[in-house]
């Protein structure tokens, strides 16, 4: 069996890397319909559902983006794995003396950082997808749903909510400069554009996100 280069995983994992990112930043959009009242959100839920009709049955947008966002977390994940395993691999015996490391704080965060996005996906999806640790827990109406969830007497939630999105933020900050430099952007200016971009790109999904659960802590939306 012919295993692939350590080239061809990185530019899957890059690709992949970024079809999930452009997913993150089109539900953060969604997302930020909240603003508008319990109408306009509960419409865009129940747009997603009937995407499609009556050409095609309903459900099916949401299905073909689970099976492909599924597609990609995994090819994502494997590729991240093996290239691990390579390295680690290549320098069998560890350092006496290991030298500090040069690399920003969201590089040496990565694998921990993917731990904690992961699991999150996972509570996420049986929170406000299937609603199964949902209080509310109404596919109806998903603007209660969500009020429910971050209420003040659910903090731990919040909390918890807050922790993954920085950590998606910085695993986002390294990987949108990792992927850039895998594609082909390797010159000292396209790298310190790269590092500019993946900052900024990272801060406003942060924000985006996080803006909800604040919002309805701080009774802006109930």
Same mark, same amino acid.
């Given at each position: 069996? +012919?295993?692939?280069?350590?080239? =061809?995983?990185?530019?899957?994992?890059?690709?992949?890397? $970024?079809?999930?990112?452009?997913?993150?930043?089109?539900?953060?959009?969604?997302?930020?319909? $909240?603003?508008?009242?319990?109408?306009?959100?509960?419409?865009?839920?129940?747009?997603?559902?009937?995407?499609?009709?009556?050409?095609?049955?309903?459900?099916?947008?949401?299905?073909?983006?689970?099976?492909?966002? =599924? &597609?990609? &977390?995994?090819?994502? $994940?494997? =590729?991240?794995?093996?290239? =691990? &395993?390579?390295?680690?691999?290549?320098?069998?015996?560890?350092? %006496?003396?290991?030298?500090?490391?040069?690399?920003?704080?969201?590089?040496?965060?990565?694998?921990?950082?993917?731990?904690?996005?992961?699991?999150? $996906?996972?509570?996420?999806?049986?929170?406000?997808?299937?609603?199964?640790?949902?209080?509310?827990?109404?596919?109806?109406?998903?603007?209660?749903?969500?009020?429910?969830?971050?209420?003040?007497?659910?903090?731990? &939630?919040?909390?918890?909510?807050?922790?993954?999105?920085?950590?998606?933020?910085?695993?986002?900050?390294?990987?949108?400069?990792? %992927?850039?430099?895998?594609?082909?952007?390797?010159?000292?200016?396209?790298?310190?554009?790269?590092?500019?971009? %993946?900052?900024?790109?990272? %801060? +406003?999904?942060?924000?985006?996100?996080?803006?909800?659960?604040?919002?309805?802590?701080?009774?802006?939306?109930?």
């Amino acid at each position: 069996m +012919v295993r692939p280069s350590s080239i =061809t995983l990185k530019i899957i994992m890059a690709v992949s890397g $970024i079809l999930l990112v452009l997913f993150l930043y089109v539900h953060m959009v969604g997302n930020l319909k $909240i603003f508008l009242g319990d109408v306009e959100f509960d419409h865009y839920a129940h747009f997603l559902r009937s995407l499609g009709t009556p050409v095609l049955p309903e459900m099916w947008y949401l299905w073909a983006q689970r099976i492909a966002l =599924t &597609v990609a &977390v995994v090819a994502h $994940i494997y =590729t991240a794995a093996v290239l =691990t &395993v390579r390295a680690k691999k290549a320098r069998p015996v560890k350092y %006496a003396h290991r030298p500090k490391i040069q690399g920003s704080y969201a590089a040496r965060t990565m694998r921990w950082g993917g731990v904690i996005v992961f699991l999150f $996906i996972i509570y996420h999806i049986l929170d406000l997808t299937t609603g199964t640790v949902n209080p509310n827990g109404d596919p109806e109406h998903p603007y209660a749903n969500v009020v429910a969830d971050f209420a003040p007497e659910r903090w731990y &939630v919040t909390l918890f909510y807050v922790l993954a999105i920085v950590a998606v933020g910085f695993h986002l900050w390294h990987g949108i400069f990792s %992927a850039a430099r895998t594609l082909g952007q390797q010159t000292e200016k396209g790298q310190k554009r790269a590092k500019t971009a %993946a900052l900024l790109l990272s %801060a +406003v999904l942060v924000v985006g996100y996080l803006s909800v659960p604040v919002a309805v802590l701080a009774g802006l939306v109930d």
